[in-house]
C-alpha cells in the first residue's frame, strides 16, 4: 500500500497570472505554485503526512482525526508519537488482505467488544502497518518504537499515553461513531450490541478528565437509542 501511494506526489496547482497590457512582443507568464501538502510532501510534518494518508484511505477517517483533537484536549502538550498514533490508531481494519482477526471482530456475529484478544491483535496490527508507513517516510527507529507501543494498547490502556489514547478514541466514538452504529441495528448488530458497544466505550475511560468530557456523548447516544 505504501509503495503504491508512494507513486502519487505533491499535489501542484499552478495559477496562471495575465500577460501585462502593456507588453506586446514577448508572453511573460507568472506561475506560482500552490503546494498542497500531501502524505509525500516534504514540507509536511509527519503528522500532517499521517493524516493525509488516513483522510485517502480510511472509511472512518473523522473518528480517527477527531481522536488526535480529543488528545490535544487532554494533553495539551500531546506529543508528535502520541498524536500519530491517534490519527492511525485502526489503520488495520482497510488493510483487508490477510486480516484473520484473533477473536471478536466488530464485524462478527459473536460479537465481545471487550475481547482483550481480539484487542490487542488489532491493535498490534496497527502498530506494524503504521510503522510501515513511518518507516517509508524515514521516521527514526525511537519515534517508530515510541508510536507502535502507543498503538499496540489503544484499546486496552496501559501506561499514560496509552490510556490517553484510550480515552480520546471513546470520546470520538460516542461523538463520531454512534449513529452509524445506531443505524446498523437490524443489519450488522442488534440493539442490545449496540448498547453494550456505547456502554463498554464510556466506562472503559480511566482519564477523570476525558470521563467529564465523554459523558455528554454517551448521554446523547443512549437516549437516541431508547
Ligand atoms: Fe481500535
Not at 484473533?102 to 488489532?122: F, K, R, T
Request: neutral net charge; glycine residues 4%.
Amino acid at each position: 500500500m505504501v509503495d503504491r501511494l508512494s507513486l502519487k506526489q505533491v499535489v501542484l496547482v499552478r495559477i496562471q497570472v495575465p500577460q501585462p497590457a502593456f507588453c506586446y512582443t514577448c508572453i511573460i507568464m507568472r506561475i506560482p505554485t500552490i503546494r498542497l501538502a500531501t502524505e509525500n510532501d516534504p514540507n509536511a510534518s509527519i503528522v500532517e503526512k499521517t493524516r493525509n494518508w488516513i483522510k485517502k484511505i480510511h472509511y472512518n477517517a473523522d473518528h480517527l482525526l477527531q481522536t488526535e483533537y480529543w488528545v490535544t484536549q487532554l494533553n495539551s502538550d500531546a506529543s508528535d508519537e502520541l498524536r500519530v498514533a491517534c490519527v492511525a490508531h485502526d489503520v488495520e481494519r482497510v488493510f483487508k488482505e490477510g486480516r484473520v482477526p484473533e477473536g471478536s471482530d466488530e464485524e462478527g456475529e459473536n460479537i465481545i467488544w471487550d475481547d482483550e484478544v481480539y484487542n490487542l491483535w488489532h491493535g498490534t496490527r496497527s502498530a506494524r502497518l503504521t510503522a510501515d508507513f513511518l518507516r517509508a517516510h524515514n521516521q527514526s527507529k525511537e519515534f517508530i518504537k515510541k508510536v507502535t507501543h502507543i498503538i499496540e494498547r489503544h484499546e486496552v490502556g496501559g501506561d499514560d499515553d496509552q490510556n490517553l489514547i484510550q480515552a480520546a478514541d471513546s470520546i470520538s466514538f460516542l461523538e463520531v461513531n454512534a449513529d452509524r452504529f445506531i443505524r446498523n441495528i437490524g443489519k450488522r448488530y442488534t440493539k442490545a450490541q449496540v448498547r453494550a458497544k456505547f456502554d463498554y466505550m464510556y466506562n472503559r475511560i480511566q482519564v477523570p478528565r476525558a470521563k467529564t468530557l465523554a459523558q455528554p456523548f454517551y448521554t446523547a447516544a443512549i437516549s437516541k437509542l431508547s
